[in-house]
């Protein structure tokens, strides 16, 4: 069971706008900012986004984050097939003294 | 150009110990706070271990504590996870990751570069 909790699932279509979402509490999304990783098939995560809602350099502007309270979204536009991937959010937690990550979103490009 | 190159995994018993070792180049890896991300088969991530830059600060999950050690030779480049008392559920892909812990003075935390992990699989 993951500290950080995120559907397990999501899918859309060619262009469209997708978001997934990351719940937390105070000790982890509540107090600390929110970093996005993406995992595509067979290969290692990469850096989506951090601080957030910061991209690092290379990553389109089709991706987003925001971060309300003790929730965190990642929103995708313009959805493409290359984006059909594994999502993950992870946060420092003040608590725990250590990274937690959430589940994980698998996405999928109908 | 960033590389960080993980070693050492393989098949172990239950019980049994592992060395896995994470080489680092083209960045000043002296300079940077590292850590230890596995993911089980089929699974998500899981962080495992932190070490910072000049190794004085140590954190690890509660499910690794008291079996598995981290440490760093800076003069090397290189990361090691000690992981003794293998068990089935430390089977996973191991990752190291380079660690950026302020944006501008403020706490980020997030994880900027990763290996492509080394497989550890634990079974009798």
């Known amino acids: 069971q993951s500290v950080l909790t995120q559907p397990p699932s999501a899918s859309g279509t060619p262009g469209q706008r997708v978001t997934i979402s990351c719940s937390g509490s105070?000790?982890?999304?509540?107090?600390?900012?929110v970093n996005w990783y993406q995992q595509l098939p067979g290969t290692a995560p990469k850096l989506l986004i951090y601080s957030n809602n910061q991209r690092p350099s290379g990553v389109p502007d089709r991706f987003s984050g925001s971060k309300s309270g003790t929730s965190a979204s990642l929103a995708i536009s313009g959805l493409q097939s290359e984006d059909e991937a594994d999502y993950y959010c992870?946060?420092?937690?003040?608590?725990?003294?250590?990274?937690?990550f959430g589940g994980g979103t698998k996405l999928t490009v109908l | 150009e960033v590389q960080l190159v993980e070693s050492g995994g393989g098949l172990v018993q239950p019980g049994g110990s592992l060395r896995l070792s994470c080489a680092a180049s083209?960045?000043?890896?002296?300079?940077?706070?590292m850590n230890w991300v596995r993911q089980a088969p089929g699974k998500g991530l899981e962080w495992v271990s932190y070490?910072?830059?000049?190794?004085?600060?140590?954190y690890y999950a509660d499910s690794v504590k008291g079996r598995f050690t981290i440490s760093r030779d800076n003069a090397k480049n290189s990361l090691y996870l000690q992981m003794n008392t293998l068990r089935d559920e430390d089977a996973a892909v191991y990752y190291c990751?380079?660690?950026?812990?302020?944006?501008?003075?403020?706490?980020?935390?997030?994880?900027?570069?990763w290996g492509q992990g080394t497989l550890v699989t634990v079974s009798s």
């Open positions: 083209g960045f000043g890896f002296s300079t940077y706070s």
């Open positions: 070490m910072s830059s000049s190794s004085s600060t140590i």
């Open positions: 990751a380079r660690v950026v812990r302020y944006c501008g003075g403020d706490w980020c935390g997030y994880f900027d570069y």
């Open positions: 105070s000790s982890n999304i509540g107090s600390n900012p």
């Open positions: 992870a946060t420092w937690d003040d608590s725990l003294n250590g990274w937690v």
